[in-house]
């Protein structure tokens, strides 16, 4: 008796992706083992740790709790969607400069709490920083520079805007 696989259809990044996989794979493991898409990372595989972290119709979601199936439809976007066009992400950049990409297993989950927290409250304060990355684990050092990290790339994105909000008058 051969297993059920359904066709299931996302978009990924901005690209309409079919899979033909068993319902329950979970979306981690479709995104890093079928689409080739290894930035987000299995920490724990029960969902405490955050390094999977993926956006999903723009919720922030563990991957490695999510059935596939779950997706079918949905819009996912993954730490390998921040960078546009080749050009890294500012917070991609921050944690670049500022030291915030350590080990780099939690790094992909933070940044994507990061976009997240971002997308939400454009001007965090350090604690909000706090409470919007505490679903994530690091596991290498402190998280100070990761804080850092966050913050430094939402002041480069909110200048950014200004600038273009000059340029527009």
């Given at each position: 008796m051969s297993e059920f696989r359904p066709s299931i259809t996302m978009q990924v990044n901005g690209k309409i992706v079919t899979v033909i996989v068993p319902p329950m794979k979970r979306l981690l493991d479709v995104l890093r083992e079928d689409l080739q898409l290894t930035g987000a990372k299995e920490g724990c595989g029960e969902g405490e740790c955050g390094s999977c972290s993926v956006r999903m119709d723009g919720e922030l979601v563990n991957s490695c709790l999510i059935p596939v199936l779950q997706a079918d439809g949905a819009e996912i976007q993954t730490v390998e969607g921040l960078a546009t066009n080749g050009v890294l992400h500012p917070l991609q950049e921050c944690f670049l400069a500022c030291g915030g990409a350590q080990c780099g297993i939690c790094t992909p989950g933070m940044l994507m709490a990061a976009a997240?927290?971002?997308?939400?409250?454009?001007?965090?304060?350090?604690?909000?920083?706090?409470?919007?990355l505490a679903g994530n684990l690091c596991r290498c050092t402190g998280f100070l520079r990761i804080f850092e990290s966050v913050l430094a790339a939402a002041t480069q994105i909110q200048d950014s805007e200004a600038d273009k909000a000059n340029h527009a008058r």
């Open positions: 997240q927290l971002i997308a939400r409250n454009p001007h965090p304060t350090m604690a909000e920083i706090r409470e919007g």
